[in-house]
T-cell receptor, first 113, second 115 residues
């Protein structure tokens, strides 16, 4: 059973546009929701993370929105740039055991110049 | 600070061969994990460890063994490689996660092909 479901699988956005990626989780014990960015040939790197005590977290052009009752969270990339073209993974887990994260299947984002 | 290092970067095995993927971190992290990444499947947890001498299974542990004798090292062993184990393997490490800034740091990966 997939613990974290991510959509869309791929996303094409024009430069300057908004990219939105959505995730849903099943386990209500999860209390840590990170987003990772991965470039080809590299390991995933943390982009931004949220804990359920807040509904939104913003870091620069990247924002996580979190809906605890719906068990959903999303990543918004404002003013998308060609350098943002990468694969994005959402994940969920328990903050007390960061070694055990469940990942979504990924979204390949392409930003056209 | 080298972060999380993995060796080798690439490996080709024949079915039935054994090998060990190496992972080391120099950040004194308690937690270390192994994930495999397959196209369209995201990252799936194989095994993880919360400290030296303590390991546990993840989502896809079959065919893999781990041990953790030191805080720094967390090798992954394939005892009898199968084509289904063709994948990219990532090692990750982190603190316990009690701070809002805690996160997992990933290594560069090992690309394994089993013929």
């Amino acid at each position: 059973q997939q613990q974290v479901k991510q959509s869309p699988q791929s996303l094409i956005v024009q430069k300057g546009g908004i990219s939105i990626i959505n995730c849903a989780y099943e386990n209500t014990a999860f209390d840590y929701f990170p987003w990772y960015q991965q470039f080809p040939g590299k390991g995933p790197a943390l982009l931004i993370a949220i804990r359920p005590d807040v509904s939104e977290k913003k870091e620069g052009r990247f924002t996580i929105s979190f809906n605890k009752s719906a068990k959903q969270f999303s990543l918004h990339i404002m003013d998308s740039q060609p350098g943002d073209s990468a694969t994005y993974f959402c994940a969920a887990g328990r903050g007390s055991t960061l070694g055990r994260l469940y990942f979504g299947r990924g979204t390949q984002l392409t930003v056209w110049p | 600070n080298a972060g999380v290092t993995q060796t080798p970067k690439f490996q080709v095995l024949k079915t039935g061969q054994s090998m060990t993927l190496q992972c080391a971190q120099d950040m004194n992290h308690e937690y270390m994990s192994w994930y495999r990444q397959d196209p369209g499947m995201g990252l799936r947890l194989i095994h993880y460890s919360v400290g030296a001498g303590i390991t546990d299974q993840g989502e896809v542990p079959n065919g893999y063994n781990v041990s953790r004798s030191t805080t720094e090292d967390f090798p992954l062993r394939l005892l009898s490689a199968a084509p289904s184990q063709t994948s990219v393997y990532f090692c990750a490490s982190s603190y316990s996660g009690t701070s809002a800034s805690d996160t997992q740091y990933f290594g560069p990966g090992t690309r394994l092909t089993v013929l």
